[in-house]
């Protein structure tokens, strides 16, 4: 994992890509029989319908044209500029996109496993909340949850991965759907090993698909040019390297 990739100038671009680029990778070993899907979501804001209401509302307040009234000009009338004493600005909630890469059966369109790329509003404040919200409904779904967590900053979301805590850069997690009690296989990741091929758990009797991790970064980052974009003589993004990683950089720098 390239830690630069985690700067805010990057990330969402990188995070978008790498999504598609899995869901791609995995269709061509699960299809037919399954496909791949892509969810967006607006991590830690509520979503309102705004498109056709199932129920019917009315305006406290309305404008209406009498009945029977046949148009034409309007009377004139005196208008008032009334300006308000006092201007504030609203600051809205940022809206930071994550995403979902998920599997289901083709015939049923049932989903079978989630896997959560972590994004940074998953990790902090609303988000984190929101998301340890749906992390426990999945656990407690017949769902298969896998878990890539490529941030070094933040909060790890699962209890058994923060405590105790696992001191690496990055935590990569396959949890299944098991009789009983739901146990996560983890993997630490420093930032200077390569990615482990992950197993993709399906449905019994099939067997898992291989994640291959590796060949996806290096797609999505061969593609994207940040071999050229991004200045590696700065400093990494925050948060500092963990000293065994910065006297590994160190000493790679030579």
């Given at each position: 994992?390239?830690?630069?990739?985690?700067?805010?100038?990057?990330?969402?671009?990188?995070?978008?890509?790498?999504?598609?680029?899995?869901?791609?990778?995995?269709?061509?070993?699960?299809?037919?029989?399954?496909?791949?899907?892509?969810?967006?979501?607006?991590?830690?804001i509520s979503e309102l319908n705004l498109g056709k209401s199932l129920h019917n509302t009315y305006p406290d307040v309305g404008?209406?044209?009498?009945?029977?009234?046949?148009?034409?000009?309007?009377?004139?009338?005196?208008?008032?500029?009334?300006?308000?004493?006092l201007e504030r600005m609203v600051m809205l909630p940022e809206r930071t996109k994550t995403r979902t890469i998920k599997i289901y059966i083709t015939k049923t369109s049932q989903l079978v496993t989630a896997i959560e790329l972590l994004s940074p509003a998953n990790k902090r404040g609303l988000g984190l909340e929101e998301y340890q919200r749906k992390r426990m409904q999945l656990l407690d779904s017949p769902v298969h949850l896998m878990e890539l967590d490529l941030l070094r900053g933040g909060e790890r979301p699962g209890p058994e991965v923060y405590s105790p805590p696992i001191d690496t850069d990055y935590i990569l997690l396959v949890n299944r759907v098991r009789p009983g009690l739901r146990v996560s296989e983890i993997w630490p990741l420093p930032l200077n090993e390569a990615f482990p091929v992950l197993p993709v758990p399906l449905l019994p009797p099939d067997p898992d698909v291989p994640l291959d991790l590796n060949q996806a970064l290096q797609t999505v980052y061969d593609r994207s040019g940040y071999h050229w974009r991004i200045d590696y003589s700065q400093p990494p993004p925050a948060p500092a390297l963990r000293p065994v990683i910065a006297e590994w950089r160190q000493e790679n720098k030579k």
């Open positions: 994992m390239d830690p630069y990739l985690e700067d805010s100038e990057f990330w969402a671009d990188f995070h978008s890509k790498l999504a598609s680029e899995i869901a791609y990778q995995l269709t061509s070993l699960i299809s037919p029989k399954y496909f791949t899907g892509v969810e967006i979501h607006n991590a830690g404008i209406y044209q009498p009945l029977g009234h046949s148009g034409g000009t309007l009377a004139p009338v005196a208008v008032m500029t009334m300006t308000a004493p």
